[in-house]
Nanobody, 127 residues
């Protein structure tokens, strides 16, 4: 069982930056894929980015490519989402999620493929 806790959300002006953190407890991230999803008001939750732990294997939604970067800190068992050049349309509750991975599986952008979820952190981008 993995417990995930997100932090780092807040209010920022368009063009600004935020770094979200997803800290894991209970088990190490060492054999997991970790993803970030977001849900804007009135919309369905959507994929943002994912990373295979201890690898350079990452995947991004087209809407955030070149602006967001997902990375991991092994000793801290924490995954980060660095968000630059934020836009008002990035406003949402951001969730991290994790699922056990194997080298042969691809990083998933599908919400239902992830087994463990955090409680979410609000990101608001003002214009």
């Amino acid at each position: 069982q993995v417990q995930l806790v997100e932090s780092g959300g807040g209010l920022v002006q368009a063009g600004g930056s935020l770094r979200l953190s997803c800290a894991a407890s209970g088990r190490s991230f060492s054999t997991y894929d970790v993803g970030w999803f977001r849900q804007a008001p009135g919309k369905e939750r959507e994929f943002v980015a994912a990373n295979r732990w201890n690898s350079a294997y990452t995947r991004y939604a087209d809407s955030v490519k070149g602006r967001f970067t997902i990375s991991g800190d092994n000793p801290k068992n924490t995954v980060y989402l660095q968000m630059n050049n934020l836009k008002p349309e990035d406003t949402a509750v951001y969730y991290c999620a994790a699922v056990s991975s194997t080298p042969r599986t691809v990083l998933s952008a599908i919400e239902s493929h992830y087994d463990f979820w955090g409680q979410g952190t609000q990101v608001t981008v003002s214009s």
